[in-house]
Every structure is written in C-alpha cells, then in structure tokens.
C-alpha cells in the first residue's frame, strides 16, 4: 500500500508517496530507502515508482519524492538547483525517521540518474544514511555534459546555451528557460520510459549548475556505508564512466555492475537482470530482516 503526503523543505512543501507492505506487523519498523526520480521529472508514472513498488514487495519501507518544481511539489517549474534537490534529500530523510514505521537507522537513498547524483552527493555528507544506490548516475557535471555533447559542434552549441543563460540574466534580471534535450540529449525511443508529468523546459540556471557539480569530489565520505553503482552498459544518456569514476573514488565496501545491453533505464522491461542485481544486493549489505 502506499499513502500521498507532504513534509517541508526550506519553507516549500513537496509531495511524496510512502510505501509500506502489507505484511508490515503492528509496532514494526522497517528499513527503508528514499527515492529520488531523474532530471525534472517526477515520483509518479516513473522509473522511480516502479523502483519504488520493487523494494515495497521486498519488505521495505520506501518513500519516493517530488523534488522542488518538480511533480506535485511546490517550487517554480523547471527551475531546479543541484544543492536545492540535495536539501531536499535531507529534508525527506528527516521527515522519514521520525514516522514511526521505521528504524531511524536503517535508511538508505536510490537516485536514478540526475537523482543518483543528488543520491551519492548527499549520502556521502549526511551520515544519517546506511546506504545508498546509485542507478545510471554521474559523478562530475562538465565531464558529463563533454561525454553528452560529444562532437565539437555539440560543444560548441551547448556552452554557448550556457553563455546566453548567463547574460539573458545579466542582462533581464529573468532565468533563461530552454529545451530540456539541448541540456539532456535523449532518443526518442527512450523518451516514452519518462513520467507524462516530466517537464520539457528547464532553467539554463540548471544546466550551470549541474555543469558545476562534483558528487565524485565527496563520494569518499561514504565510507564504510556500502554503497551499489549501477549502469547500463550501453547507456546513451548518461556516459558509463561516470559511474566507473565514482567507484573508483568511493571506499570500501562498494559494487559496480555494468548491465550488458540495457540502455539508460536498466530495471525496466523484461530482462530481469537490473532487478536481481539490486535484490542480491540489498539483501547482503541492506537486508529487509535485521541480522
């Protein structure tokens, strides 16, 4: 089952949906995972609530938000800060260890995507966290963006995007808005695995600070929490090495599994492997039944 709530974040009010499972016995409390959907998109009709249902049929407690300007919460449409999103990720895990359904101790983060930078950036500094997934992720923005507008003449058209962002709000006072697929370039074909509440203009504002964060800066930190990397191998959104540079900078203990022929979106459609992978993994380091 899972109930709609509300809980603050730096004086907005942002939705989520807390997932409890049924067998829950009374006085019960559950670990649980935080899930946090990908770049403007939303908890609902998503990757993330199908995650979501995933760890609920597990035995877990999961809350799935609604970043700021994001879905159903508060907050200024497509206008969306890396670090806002990481206090937001607080805010969600302080909301979440106060409800009596779970053990305060035993919550981990799932960030798929723009989520999983926001995930691993936040795990690493909060050690409120027990753990934490990290789906399709990227760990350093310029090198990201490099790896998403690989040709020169991409490059060129994407910092020039960039440049305009900065003197329109030099110059207006106002926030450049754009296309969502000149900051994220996507294949039509994958566009339908995103939320119809996902939105299709974002703040220039968003691309410069997605371009200047560093969550590989801090990943360190998470150690000894143990954390999961996941990636599809043939991932033609987000470049594989930026996961494979996050695993190189974490600590022990830490996974890094690259998913042979699944794209940017590994635990949908029929091929059972993402799934597996995630289940056998929490069952070892994040298990639903406390040793």
Known sequence: MDSEISFPSDGLTLAGSLHLPDARAPDQRLPA?????????????????????????????????????????????????????????????????????????????????????????????????????????????????RGQHSTPEAWEKFTAMLEEGRRHKQRTGETLMVSRWDVVPMAEHLRKNLSHLAQTVVAADTAQSMFDFKAEDVIHQLAPRPVLFMHGADDTVTPVEQSIRLWEKAGQPKDLVLITGTDHFPIFGNDSRGRDILKGWMSRYFPAEAA
Not at 76 to 98: F, I, K, P, S
Not at 103 to 116: C, E, M, N, T, Y
Not at 119 to 144: L, M, N, Q, V
Request: with cysteine.
């Open 33 to 145: 995972v935080i899930v946090l959907h990908g770049f403007i998109g939303a908890k609902d009709n998503s990757y993330s609530e199908v995650v979501a249902r995933l760890m609920e049929s597990w035995g877990y407690a999961v809350l799935r938000i609604d970043f700021r300007g994001c879905g159903k919460s508060e907050g200024r449409r497509g206008y969306v800060l890396c670090h806002d999103q990481v206090a937001d990720t607080r805010n969600a895990m302080t909301w979440l260890a106060e409800r009596p359904e779970v053990d305060p101790k035993r919550i981990a983060v799932l960030g798929h995507s723009f989520g999983a930078a926001i995930a691993a950036y936040t795990a690493a500094t909060d050690p409120r966290f027990a753990a934490a997934i990290i789906s399709c992720g990227w760990g350093h923005g310029e090198r990201k963006f």
